[in-house]
């Protein structure tokens, strides 16, 4: 079985930045061999792809939305990415999720929510204007 667990989401205001985490485990299976992203749903809309991270960590993905705002970065070592949002605004608003392709190849880091397998319960943020 595979956990997820992210934080970091807080009530800020327009223009701050906040990083996100997410920290994996599971008995038989590590975050070195995964893809993982993070998505998120805002209130009253369906979740929506933000930025995918290969598992060699070379390779990253984002939506147009949030692309030169976003970074997703990840530490094998500590079985956990991570989501660094900078300039944020009202419209980033969300419950912020990440999610796993527990067994992925290099390269690979899909916007594509039915390719992630496990998710985490999500953590909120705000942004202010």
């Known amino acids: 079985q595979v956990r997820l667990v992210e934080s970091g989401g807080r009530l800020v205001q327009a223009g701050d930045s906040l990083r996100l985490s997410c920290v994996a485990s599971?008995?038989?299976?590590?975050?070195?061999?995964?893809?993982v992203g993070w998505f998120r749903q805002a209130p009253g809309k369906e979740r929506e792809f933000v930025a995918a991270?290969?598992?060699?960590?070379?390779?990253?993905n984002y939506a147009a939305s949030v692309k030169g705002r976003f970074t997703v970065s990840r530490n094998n070592a500590e079985n956990s990415a991570y989501l660094q949002m900078n300039s944020l605004k009202p419209e980033d608003t969300a419950v912020y999720y990440c999610?796993?392709?527990?067994?992925?190849?290099?390269?690979?880091?899909?916007?594509?929510?039915?390719?992630?397998?496990?998710w985490g319960q999500g953590t909120r943020v705000t942004v202010s204007s």
């Open positions: 999610a796993v392709v527990i067994y992925s190849t290099t390269g690979y880091a899909p916007a594509r929510q039915t390719d992630y397998a496990y």
């Open positions: 599971g008995r038989t299976w590590s975050i070195t061999s995964a893809a």
């Open positions: 991270i290969d598992k060699s960590g070379w390779s990253s």
